[in-house]
């Protein structure tokens, strides 16, 4: 039996347009041929810190022979390496952000350096079990995996997506972008549905047009703490700064439905994470 509390936020969002929205767009052929052409929707995502000692030792393992050793699984398509950005340099929209995030304490708080890895569905990663425990990994490489503090790990796939301005066009579609901001979070489920509603109405359509704007995903979770992902990606860490900040400028009901939504998310530490690519070197 359907909740009654539910039902009529579900007749509300019918009867503006998000669900007819949606299902248009999923439904026309343009969108259907773009998602056959895009064989990265699944994303193994993980978050963790490192210690000083031992930390450039790591980095040269992971990218010289973990990362290569990760992209030749069958079905794997790319992967990249961001280092976050300090958190007393991060810009957000509206002042009030910081206040309104609310973090899950219980969450590992790993979120220094953000390793993601793209296949094309969500079974290449097996069972929800991280890839790495299929490798056949070295004492050497257990070791070097074992720095890794505070890690927490995601597998998503890949809900809805825009391209925007600056998507490069042919094989470099599915390699990721110098700079990316990845919320990762949770809510009500009596407020999934305006959550949803939002991305899809205000949020991702707007991300479509601005200037230094690559693509944005919104992604659902197979497997991990956060049930939720948005991941923005940017030509660079200016283009972000330069337009992102002002996407709500002159634009009330974009702002106020904004307001509606960040403080009913619960994100985990560190989201949103604004990060820069360090592998492959930008």
Not at 128 to 134: E, G, I, S
Not at 158 to 163: L, S
Not at 211 to 220: C, I
Request: hydrophobic content about 45%; glycine content about 6%.
């Amino acid at each position: 039996m359907q909740d009654s509390s539910v039902a009529p936020r579900r007749r509300r969002l019918l009867k503006s347009g998000a669900l007819s929205v949606a299902l248009a767009a999923a439904g026309s052929p343009r969108a259907e041929a773009a998602a056959a052409a895009r064989p990265d929707r699944a994303l193994w995502i993980s978050w963790y810190d490192l210690p000083e000692d031992g930390r450039e030792r790591y980095l040269a393992w992971l990218h010289g022979r973990f990362i290569p050793m990760i992209s030749k699984h069958p079905g794997v398509i790319t992967a990249a390496h961001y280092a976050t950005v300090e958190r007393s340099n991060v810009r957000t929209i509206r002042r009030d952000d910081a206040k309104d995030a609310r973090l899950d304490p219980s969450v590992p708080g790993g979120n220094r350096y953000i390793l993601i890895v793209a296949a094309e569905h969500a079974n290449i990663f097996g069972n929800a079990l991280p890839l790495v425990q299929r490798l056949g990994l070295s004492q050497d490489d257990a070791k070097m995996l074992a720095l890794k503090a505070g890690e927490r790990v995601n597998i998503m796939v890949e809900a809805a997506r825009v391209d925007g301005p600056e998507t490069p066009a042919g094989t470099d579609a599915v390699s990721f972008s110098p700079c990316i901001q990845l919320g990762s979070f949770n809510c009500a489920y009596e407020d999934q549905d305006e959550v949803l509603a939002w991305y899809a109405q205000s949020r991702m359509p707007a991300m479509a047009t601005l200037p230094g704007s690559v693509r944005t995903r919104l992604l659902a979770s197979v497997s991990g703490w956060a049930k939720q992902a948005i991941l923005y990606e940017f030509t660079s860490l200016q283009a972000r700064n330069t337009h992102y900040l002002r996407l709500e400028d002159g634009k009330p009901d974009m702002k106020a439905w904004s307001d509606r939504i960040v403080p009913k998310l619960i994100h985990a530490p560190g989201s949103s994470n604004l990060a820069q690519r360090i592998w492959p070197a930008v």
